[in-house]
């Protein structure tokens, strides 16, 4: 019998106001939830993989987050702000085509994404307690108190985290008053936009590339940043309207 992971063929999502994909229906919406559903873009996608490449030191296992991940690609724009994507069987590893992944989350608590989050949590630890000197080594428990106090102030305010925020949030993860030497957050270059849609049709295709829905505006540059610097946008926006108060 195929798993309900296997089930799911194609997916529609919208670009919120926050700069991220969410999704809005599935194929299988009798496994999968869409409240609050969220999916990674391409450019974020290929951000996350920088995000860990100082892991690999600490052997992290890039198969792990291949698994974490249902590839997706466009097919076609539906208007309104809404994308159609159709499942692929590529890897995001192996492949130049730009993907969507949508965080396999069927089985919250043993499935691949769940797996994925655990090990890089475990890994992050690893190497906090390897290039800082602290007086009792970190410990998991404590890395993950400390983001689940965050995640629970989220839920109680009824802010939805994207998932592409929840892996930063690990990865990038600090203890107060500590710093990491040589470590900066990234920022996704310019030259990371994508300009290749997955073929289609011609005409389709051009219409997907020059769609609003599928680009950030040159205004959007300081909403970007804070994208990628991993902050959910609503704290964010929070504290600048707390500053100007």
Not at 60 to 88: E, H, P, Y
Not at 118 to 129: G, Y
Not at 180 to 190: L, P, Y
Request: negative net charge; charged residues 35%; hydrophobic residues 35%.
């Amino acid at each position: 019998m195929p798993s309900a992971t296997n089930q799911i063929e194609w997916c529609t999502v919208r670009l919120g106001e926050d700069l991220n994909w969410w999704v809005v229906e599935v194929s299988d919406d009798v496994h999968w939830d869409v409240d609050g559903l969220s999916i990674v873009d391409p450019r974020q996608f290929a951000h996350l993989t920088d995000l860990t490449e100082p892991l690999r030191e600490y052997n992290f296992d890039q198969d792990l987050m291949d698994r974490a991940f249902i590839a997706f690609k466009i097919q076609k724009d539906l208007g309104d702000g809404l994308v159609r994507l159709v499942r692929t069987k590529e890897s995001f590893f192996d492949t130049d085509e730009a993907l969507f992944g949508l965080p396999d989350v069927v089985d919250e608590v043993n499935g691949p994404y769940a797996d994925f989050l655990n090990h890089i949590t475990r890994v992050r630890v690893n190497l906090l307690n390897d290039v800082i000197d602290f007086e009792q080594n970190l410990t998991v428990d404590e890395l993950e108190e400390e983001l689940r106090e965050e995640e629970n102030n989220n839920f109680i305010e009824g802010r939805s985290v994207h998932m592409f925020n929840e892996i930063t949030n690990i990865v990038e993860y600090v203890p107060a008053g500590w710093e990491v030497d040589g470590e900066e957050k990234q920022v996704a270059s310019e030259e990371e936009e994508i300009e290749d849609f997955p073929e289609i049709d011609e005409q389709e295709a051009k219409k997907i590339s020059e769609s609003e829905n599928l680009q950030w505006d040159e205004d959007d540059d300081e909403k970007r940043e804070d994208l990628y610097e991993g902050g959910p946008p609503d704290e964010k926006q929070a504290e600048q309207e707390k500053e100007e108060a």
